[in-house]
C-alpha cells in the first residue's frame, strides 16, 4: 500500500505559526536547538540528515546549505532566508569541532518533544516543508529535488494529498 499523508503528519498554519512563535521567544537563550527546529522547518531535512551536517556544509556567500541524503535518497543544496543563514553563521562562529550539531538523535528527540507545539513526530517537519513547498510553486519536481527523492513517485504524495484537499473543499464548500 502506498503510504498516506493525513493532517496528523504535518504541521496545520496555526500549529505552525505557534512552533514559529515559541523558536522565536528562545532563540537568543536556547540558539543550537532552535537553530535546529528552523533548519527542519526550512530545509526539509531529516533527523540524521541534520545531525549529519558539517560545518563545511554551509555555504555563507551562497547562504546554502549542503544536506547528504541517506536513506537511498539523493544530496542536495538547499538555499537559506538570510536571516536563517546570518543565525547559522553567528552559531557556527561559536562552535568548535567540524559538526554543527554535536548531539544525538535521542537528544535531537527530547529538543522537539520540549518545543513542539503539538503532539506528532519530528518527522512532521519535513512533511510541513514539502507541502509549504509545493503550495508555494505547485512544482512537484522541485519538492523532489528539495527532499533528495530519487523517485517521482515517492514525491506525488504531496501533490496527490493537496489536490485532493483543495478539491474537496471547492466541491463542499
Partial sequence: MRYQLNKNKYLLTPELERLNKILDT??????????ILRLALRTGGRAQELLNLQKTDFNSYDQSLFIRGIKGSNDREIPLPSILALDLQRYLGGISGTRIFDITYDRLYQIWLHYRPVEKKFHCLRHTFAIQLYKKTKDIRLVQVALGHRNITNTMIYADYVYSQEELKKLIL
Fill in 26 to 35: 528562545y532563540k537568543d537563550s536556547d540558539v543550537r536547538n532552535c537553530l
